[in-house]
């Protein structure tokens, strides 16, 4: 049994180290073997269990991908198509995107979502303008900016950078809107229910 959970553990580590690396603008890094690419798209496959599927991808989503070692970058500084960093600048957002996704949960968002939209759902259970509940808390929740804090970053230099902390706000707000949006709708549900069942 130590023998078989050995062989799977380095056939997992080889098969780790064979996938080539994509990194895409938001952050999200993709794992496949790159096939192709051009100005237009970027061709790879993608292996999933037994399954193994070639995907396309737009160039302007990739800011690059790293085959046998080697990066090469896609992303150019192009106004046209609202490419207004330089290929650094670039690179400063998509490390503040990571550091964002990897640190930040928002998950306060959900739980006053809740709470904030539970009210509302049991006061306005009987009006027309309950359709809007869900959807105040999330919206005024993601006004704010969240600054990230020493420790959440990989260099405490890069809190200097404006892109790198453009890269943190987008992501934070984004998963802040959608906590929130989750705990909003849960909470409408049981504001209404709870008015239902005491009137």
Sequence with gaps: MKKFLLFLFVFASISAIGQDKILMLSGHALEGNVLDHNRNNLKYEMTKGNSTKTVELESYRVFSFTKDGKETVMYKRDSAIG??????????????????????????????????????????????????????????????????????????????????????????????????????LLGTVAGVGAFYAIN
């Design 83 to 184: 490419n207004y960093l330089s290929e650094q600048e670039m690179r400063y957002f998509i490390w503040g995107a990571q550091d964002a996704m990897e640190h930040y949960k928002g998950k306060w968002a959900f739980f006053s979502g809740i709470g904030v939209s539970a009210v509302g759902g049991y006061f306005l259970a009987q009006s027309f303008v309950l359709v809007s509940v869900p959807l105040i808390y999330p919206i005024v929740t993601s006004i704010h900016k969240i600054h990230p804090k020493e420790s959440y970053s990989r260099d405490p230099k890069l809190l200097n950078e404006p892109a790198y902390l453009t890269g943190y706000h987008k992501t934070t707000k984004s998963k802040r809107f959608f906590q929130a949006l989750k705990g909003s």
